[in-house]
Structures are given as C-alpha cells and as structure tokens.
C-alpha cells in the first residue's frame, strides 16, 4: 500500500513500512511537518508523545485543523508528572518516556486494533534517549520501525540536531528510509 506525503520536496508517495527520520533544529518548527503527515491519505494516527502532555497535543491537531476523529496520542509524561489523566477512549498512556518497551507495545496495540491506512509519529526519538539513554531509545526505534513494516504504516521520528553528536545522527539516520531535514529558517532539505 502507498502513502501520499504532503511534505515538501518529498516523493508523493511512499510504500507502507517507510520510515521517516525529522532531523530539526532545538527550536524548530515540527508542528507544521508532523500535521502536515497526518493529514494526508491517513485513515488512522497515532502521536507518540515523549515531550508534550496529550492536552498540548490535541491542541496543536486542533490548531492546525487536523481530523482529530482519527487521532490516537500516546502521552508518556502526564503520569511521571504528576497530572491528571483524562480517560478517553483515544488517549494511551504510559508511566514515563523511559518505559520504551510499554511504548512500543502501546503502538503494536494501536495497529492491531486500527484498518486503513496508519500513520504514526514518535516526538522525540531526542526525548526517549535523554530519558532513557541512547541506546535504548535507538532499539526502540528499530522495534518501531519493525511495527511499520508489520503492519504496512509509515512513520515520522523527530530528532533535534542541536542534542545529539554528528556520530548519534549518523547512527539513527541509517535505520531510515528517509531523512527530512528542517533548518532554523523553516526550510526543507530531503534525502530518500
């Protein structure tokens, strides 16, 4: 099955199983990329969240007028923290950004309940490494990205430039299929 992507300076499509490294300056605009994935050609989502509670997630799907009927999010902060929990039947938590193997789990749940075309985004892969460590967070990736092939979906990984060595970049850059590359400027370079 083939995604449409509506990024810039992307293929038009991509074959179910991509995988999508967002490589974004520590301030950078992601909000703009990552809705712009979950618009397009997308039956169901998932937003793995690491660096926002799911009330800022709705929000941002909200603001950028996303079809919040198809969103699931996955918010692993409100419980370490302390807030309260909003039970709802599209909202999965987990206890913390360091419990990798309860997200990836939680994700294998939302693609074995869900048909059509599925989309997740992990935000951030950079959060799930300062939590946990990077290697850690490095074989997660590589379960999660196994999930995408496993179930025919596409993904979008953020990772922040700025946190991470040139050698750390390289590393998880390798595990992709392809590289969107955001400037502080708001510009896109891309490499699949």
């Not at 989502?45 to 799911?54: D, K, N, P, Y």
């Not at 692993?76 to 990798?100: C, F, H, K, Q």
């Not at 400037?183 to 699949?192: I, L, N, P, Q, R």
Request: hydrophobic share 35%; aromatic share 10%; charged share 35%.
């Amino acid at each position: 099955m083939d995604y449409e992507l509506a990024i810039e300076d992307t293929p038009e499509t991509v074959p179910g199983g991509t995988g999508i490294l967002l490589l974004h300056p520590s301030i950078g605009e992601t909000d703009r990329i990552d809705t712009d994935f979950f618009k397009t050609d997308t039956d169901h989502f998932l937003v793995i969240s690491t660096r926002t509670t799911a009330r800022e997630v709705e929000q941002k799907i909200e603001h950028y007028e996303v079809d919040e009927s198809r969103a699931t999010i996955l918010d692993t902060l409100s419980i370490e923290r302390g807030y309260s929990r909003r039970s709802a039947d599209n909202i999965y938590y987990v206890a913390s950004p360091d419990d990798l193997d309860a997200i990836v789990e939680k994700t294998r749940q939302f693609l074995e309940s869900h048909d059509g075309k599925l989309r997740f985004s992990v935000d951030s892969v950079t959060e799930m490494a300062y939590y946990a460590d990077e290697d850690r967070a490095y074989e997660a990736t590589k379960a999660l990205l196994e999930l995408l092939d496993e179930y025919d979906a596409v993904g979008l990984f953020h990772l922040s430039k700025e946190v991470h060595d040139q050698e750390t970049l390289d590393r998880f850059r390798e595990l992709f299929d392809g590289v969107v590359d955001l400037a502080e400027d708001g510009s896109v370079t891309t490499d699949f």
